[in-house]
């Protein structure tokens, strides 16, 4: 999401609280003080939105990146499991960065390989995970009641595989699962 | 039916509980443990289990016997041997050490590494699912 990012960047840095303030103290009644009004009106309320969703990914991306830290050494899991490795952290964090916003943040786990495992599991019943590598195909699997199946999406690095968003959305809609259970 | 030194059977049962240790706290959740917990292990392509039921006290004395002491055991995830089976895979006993047994059979598919881990995590998938979550 680079351009609601360097949005929010570019307004706090400007005077954002001034933009505000300049919306909540205006008296223009001309049209085009109101077109102007409305204008930064709607940069304001797409900046807000952005800073609340980048707050969350940036949560995750720490929550990886800690993971990643305690699973840098071989043998993690007190077997012979090799370290995370650090470009399959570096795909992560862009495939977190991609998510649409209306696709939950998934829960990462460390997978034997050096892989990460990117999770949505809204309950016991439906999963879907997915495993970021050190290349652009990635490997993924869910559950969603009786059904299952597995496959591989190529992500460019900017976008979410179409595949991967309608499978992931698929586990959240049926009922009132929780978001994250983790 | 053989007997092994531990005294078990060597063919293990299908109503036996198996244990997979859980020394990652992302390998869980408050529901259930996560596919990765059961993916197989590159080198040795299987995954390392052990037959000692859902018992904390079993459990633990089992992991003091068999570890290196270098990580902490949170928690288990405990399967049924026919919900593994029934996922694709199999549950061999492989002694020593007491008590010991690995998933075996995971598809393994040279020409693409990729494919091969969809499959995988699709079974382990399988058997998170079906698995038992023991907080130690």
Redesign the interface.
């Known amino acids: 999401m680079p351009e609601p990012v360097s949005t929010t960047i570019g307004i706090c840095c400007i005077g954002y609280a001034a933009i505000q303030g300049g919306m909540r103290g205006s008296s223009a009644v001309s049209p085009e003080a109101q077109t102007v009004r409305f204008a930064v009106s709607a940069v304001v309320e797409r900046a807000e939105r952005s800073q609340a969703l980048f707050g969350d990914k940036a949560a995750a991306i720490s929550q990886l990146q800690a993971?990643a830290i305690?699973?840098a050494e071989p043998?993690?899991?007190?077997?012979?499991?090799?370290a995370i490795n650090p470009l399959a952290v570096f795909i992560a964090e862009n495939f977190v960065r991609a998510l649409p916003n209306f696709i939950p943040l998934p829960?990462?786990?460390?997978?034997?390989?050096g892989?990460i495992?990117l999770?949505w599991?809204p309950?016991?019943?439906r999963?879907f995970?997915i495993?970021v590598?050190t290349?652009n195909?990635?490997?993924?699997?869910?559950?969603d009641g009786a059904d299952?199946?597995?496959?591989?999406a190529r992500f460019d690095g900017d976008r979410i595989p179409q595949r991967v968003v309608e499978g992931i959305s698929a586990i959240f809609s049926h009922g009132n699962a929780s978001i994250r259970?983790? | 039916m053989g007997m092994l030194p531990s005294g078990l059977p060597d063919i293990v049962g299908d109503d036996e509980e198996v244990t997979r240790?859980l020394?990652?706290s992302?390998?869980y959740?408050?529901?259930?443990p996560?596919?990765?917990?059961f993916?197989?292990?590159?080198?040795?392509r299987n995954k390392?289990v052990f037959r000692c039921g859902a018992h904390p006290e079993r459990i633990r004395e089992i992991w003091e016997k068999t570890?290196?002491f270098?990580?902490t055991l949170k928690a288990a995830a405990v399967c049924k041997t026919a919900e593994v089976r029934n996922a694709g895979v199999d549950v061999i006993a492989k002694e020593p050490p007491d008590a010991h047994a690995n998933i075996e059979g995971w598809p393994w598919l040279a020409n693409?590494p990729?494919?091969?881990?969809?499959?995988q995590?699709?079974i382990?998938?399988?058997i998170?699912?079906k698995s038992a979550l023991v907080m130690l």
């Open positions: 993971m305690e699973c043998g993690w899991d007190g077997d012979e499991a090799s829960e990462f786990a460390p997978e034997p390989d892989s495992s999770d599991l309950s016991r019943h999963l995970s495993s590598g290349n195909r990635l490997a993924y699997a869910w559950l299952k199946g597995h496959a591989v259970t983790a | 240790f020394t990652q992302s390998h959740n408050t529901v259930m996560r596919p990765a917990a993916l197989p292990d590159p080198k040795s390392s570890t290196n270098q990580q693409d990729e494919l091969q881990k969809a499959k995590k699709e382990a998938a399988v998170a699912q």
